[in-house]
């Protein structure tokens, strides 16, 4: 079999927990990893670097349109082009959880501002380079929760909605330009920012492990090899597409 010709490869939100996860793992399969993050970029990068992979570090807020133009723009100068985009930054972890007519305005606001604009403005920063690259690959990081509707975050579980209709239409769009656009689902995962926070506690053992079919936690490193299929050359017939890594609890 012919290995595979290295991408390069963004991914938001790449500095910690399930973000850096994907860059080590893209990583160390051959890829070039640009880390956008709004803090810890540069120190995530090095790690890679020292352990003799091609890495930079961008300091990047998805929100702001200049921002992600000069990560675009940096990832070309430093690579000569990008292949792919993982739209992983999102807030989830420091979010409280309350019933739906507790929530604020400003708060609904926020999460989708994150979780919805930035992906639609990183989206449109990479798209040109995508398009020169004849093999482009976005991988949205969605969730389950708007399969399973629970209770007490509805500005998240509506905001991965959007991600996942995002993608679907995305995908119509940029299938003429040999760009596919998927989702990963994950279902509730013991990343650093879980843990730091004790969402896992409060979240309840339902979330948790209860309604999967595989009764155990989640970590980051049971997402890693979805990832990697879907921004290799194998999957360049798939698109549009949701793909649910969560111990089966729920069934797409």
């Known amino acids: 079999m ?10 938001t939100g790449g500095a910690s ?28 990068a090095a790690q890679l670097r020292q352990a003799g992979h091609k890495a930079i570090g961008v300091k990047a807020d998805v929100v702001n349109e200049h921002d992600v133009a000069a990560m675009a723009d940096t990832t070309v100068k430093e690579f000569g082009g990008i292949d792919g ?9 420091t979010l409280a959880l309350k019933p ?3 929530i604020t305005n400003a708060e609904w606001m926020r999460v989708m501002e994150v979780n919805t604009l930035g992906p639609f403005n990183c989206a449109k920063a990479v798209v040109p380079a995508l398009r020169r690259s004849g093999r482009g690959r976005v991988v949205n990081i969605s969730s389950v929760v708007p399969i399973k509707g629970p209770p007490n975050m ?29 989702s990963i689902a994950p279902g509730f995962t013991l990343s650093d920012g879980v843990l730091q926070s004790d969402l896992q506690n409060r979240i309840g053992d339902n979330a948790r492990t209860a309604g999967r079919c595989i009764q155990r936690d989640q970590l980051p490193a049971d997402l890693v090899a979805a990832l990697a299929y879907l921004v290799s050359d194998g999957a360049s017939f798939v698109t549009g597409q949701t793909l649910a890594v969560d111990g089966g609890s729920v069934f797409l």
């Open 100 to 102: 739906f007519d507790q």
């Open 17 to 44: 927990g399930i973000g850096y996860a994907f860059c080590e793992h893209l990583a160390q399969i051959g890829h070039r990893i640009v880390i956008a993050d709004l803090r810890g970029a540069d120190e995530a």
């Open 154 to 182: 509805a500005h998240y579980v509506a905001s991965k909605g959007a991600v996942i209709a995002f993608t679907r239409s995305l995908a119509r769009e940029l299938a003429k330009d040999k760009i596919t656009v998927n």
């Open 2 to 11: 012919t290995p595979e010709t290295p991408k390069t490869i963004i991914v």
């Open 85 to 93: 985009l993982v739209n992983n930054a999102g807030l989830f972890t």
